[in-house]
């Protein structure tokens, strides 16, 4: 709570003093807090976020549930780790299953450090520097460490093949090692990975956003929809939005190539992409694997 208040503070470009003119409190308030000499109260705290840019009530809620004792602390609460992003890998440590689907995109939990870095650099062109390509790079690498937990989540990705035939990787043995890593990947017991046919063929197209629906081992506790937007990931608790997303990542499942021939796709992927002889037959565009259940 400490660190993440001082490197907020730091990153609205205040120092301490004029923070303290600004919340109406004592320097030494300020440096004690920040030094983890004292507990904020809550209200303070939540004045703090507001003159740091927090106004988001998730952000805060995050935040301020470290400061209450409502939780404990986990990886994601380092100063480093934005704070638009820590509410969301909050949730996604603690589900079951994970699904996903993000259009023209390999999903963080998937990606190379080649591609996390590319995924950084074209986020936040032109402004991105060596420092936050790294940064964001070690982050996903970070979170990928969930997938090798005992007792961790399983994972459900579709894949649109533009996504990995056009990576943002300039270095064609960066493509192919990504390719290599999604075809490892597929081979997890815990990690089921599908790659979308041709809209042509299926005749179904989706039009929103890459999400991500998250299903905790507590029955009582409502699946999670996570919008991934430009800025941002949304988190969305009505479950009537999550229901209609479970509906089309049924739908984007059943229009995919199966789960079993997934590793034929890639080396066909991989073979086009390499000048080799494609490696995949007709019979892969047998609709959905009966392998893994959505519900």
Known sequence: MAARLAALRRARGLSMQAAARAAGLNTSTIYRIEHGLVAARESTARALLELYGVRERAQQAHVLSLLRGDREPGWFDAPEVPLALAGFLEQEDDAEVIYTYRPRGVPPLLQTRAYAEAAVR????????????????????????????????????????????????????????????????????????????????????????????????????????????????????????????????????????????????????????????PVVGAEAAAGASGQWVLR
């Open 122 to 277: 074209a986020s936040r062109r032109p402004r991105a520097t060596a420092e936050q390509v790294a940064g964001g790079a070690c982050l996903v690498m970070r979170g990928q460490r969930l997938l090798d937990r005992a007792g961790g989540p399983r994972l459900w990705a579709v894949l649109d093949r533009e996504a990995i035939e056009d990576p943002p990787l300039p270095r064609p043995q960066d493509r192919l090692e990504q390719l290599d890593a999604l075809a490892l990947a597929a081979r997890r017991p815990n990690v089921a990975v599908q790659v979308a046919r041709p809209v042509a063929e299926t005749g179904f197209l989706y039009q929103g956003p890459p999400f991500t629906l998250l299903r905790f081992p507590e029955r009582d506790r409502p699946d999670l929809l996570v919008l991934h937007l430009q800025r941002e990931p949304v988190l969305v608790d009505d479950p009537r939005l999550a229901e209609e997303h479970h509906q089309v990542f049924a739908r984007l499942a059943l229009a995919s190539f199966r789960i079993d021939f997934t590793p034929d796709v890639l080396r066909d992927v991989r073979a086009r992409l390499s000048g080799s002889t």
